[in-house]
């Protein structure tokens, strides 16, 4: 079969690795309809984040399971399935508390000696603790698919960042990041009733979507002109909970500083450089919340995928570009340079 490999940083190929097949009882193949590629991807693309050379890639993708071990009860051939980022057993004490991202038996698509997303077919462990089946008619509407798609990561990591954030009816929200997790923390915290949420992002195609998904006001500034701007927006006390989806010093420090005394900060962004932009004695002072982390997209699927299949929620916009499988080193190009915001794999 063919999938995306990673050979150095900007090095991304498409090649014909060893089919997907049958390993363990546990396991089952599924023949990939959708994949994508995640801004957390490009840390590897940039060399920000090590791989080894000929590495599997990609963590996002939905399809239809072809086979299945004789362990397997929970799907079966023929089923339309998505897999959240990382798999998990589903049974051990982790999982049973929802932190599906800690399970004992767990791991990240594309890790050494397993398959990544971003190829023709997965060989899916743990089939039963990860795969959620869609409704069949879906295969046919492809605007579904693709909002679907997203339940796989950003959506469940920008559900994630406003649960952390403590996100509720009435709240103002600030939500630091105009990228895919950021968009879809605005939507999610538009589905949690916030009253008032504020975008922070410079980039007019990705801030009307956050208008689109629920965004009342953006700021375009970044950092201490954004926090004077947020403060002015909210009367110079801040909001009440900020999402933070990008991980660097700068927007934690912005984060921070733009939360209201007494709230929450939210924090999904995967963090890489030196600093925190964390300062615990203001933290103290100012009684703050953090809270955040590797989102266990797994324990959300289930309440999402009710609201994207009535409509009241659509995740779909934030993919901007569709590539083949062919095309999938372009697709990396376009989101490093920031030309694509998101963009879907269709193999």
């Excluded at 590797?294 to 916009?317: F, H, K, N, T, W």
Aim: one cysteine or more; proline letters at 5%.
């Amino acid at each position: 079969m063919r999938a995306t490999v990673i050979h150095a940083p900007h090095d991304i190929r498409v090649e014909e690795v060893p089919d997907a097949a049958i390993q363990r009882p546990e396991d089952a193949v599924v023949r990939v309809l959708r994949a994508c590629i995640c801004g957390s991807d490009l840390w590897a693309y940039r060399g920000e984040a090590q791989r080894q050379p000929g590495q599997r890639i990609g963590h996002e993708f939905l399809g239809v399971v072809e086979e299945t071990g004789p362990a397997v009860s929970g799907v079966r051939a023929g089923d339309l399935v998505v897999a959240p980022f990382m798999w998990s057993d589903g049974t051990c004490e982790y999982c049973k508390e929802g932190l599906y991202t800690s399970c004992d038996h767990g791991g990240f698509w594309g890790s050494v000696g397993h398959d990544g997303g971003q190829g023709e077919a997965v060989r899916v462990p743990h089939a039963d603790g990860t795969l959620v089946k869609l409704p069949a008619e879906a295969v046919s509407d492809d605007h579904l698919l693709t909002g679907l798609l997203a339940l796989s990561d950003v959506m469940g990591t920008g559900h994630h960042a406003a649960l952390g954030a403590g996100v509720r009816p009435g709240s103002t929200v600030a939500v630091v990041g105009d990228g895919a997790v950021g968009l879809c923390g605005v939507l999610a915290a538009k589905r949690l009733g916030a009253e008032r949420i504020i975008a922070l992002g410079r980039h007019t195609v990705r801030t009307d979507i956050a208008r689109l998904f629920g965004a009342t006001d953006v700021v375009a500034e970044r950092g201490e002109a954004a926090e004077a701007a947020v403060r002015e927006l909210t009367g110079g006390r801040g909001a009440h909970c900020v999402i933070e989806a990008v991980g660097t010093e700068q927007s934690m420090r912005t984060a921070v500083n733009i939360t209201r005394d007494g709230g929450a900060v939210g924090y999904v962004g995967v963090p890489h450089g030196s600093g925190t932009g964390l300062d615990l004695g203001v933290m103290f002072d100012r009684n703050l919340t953090l809270r955040g982390g590797v989102a266990p997209v797994r324990a959300y699927i289930p309440e999402l995928l009710e609201d994207v299949l009535s409509g009241a929620i659509d995740p779909a916009p934030v993919f901007d570009r569709a590539v083949s499988l062919d095309e999938v080193p372009d697709g990396y190009r376009a989101m490093d340079d920031r030309s694509a915001l998101k963009v879907l794999i269709k193999p």
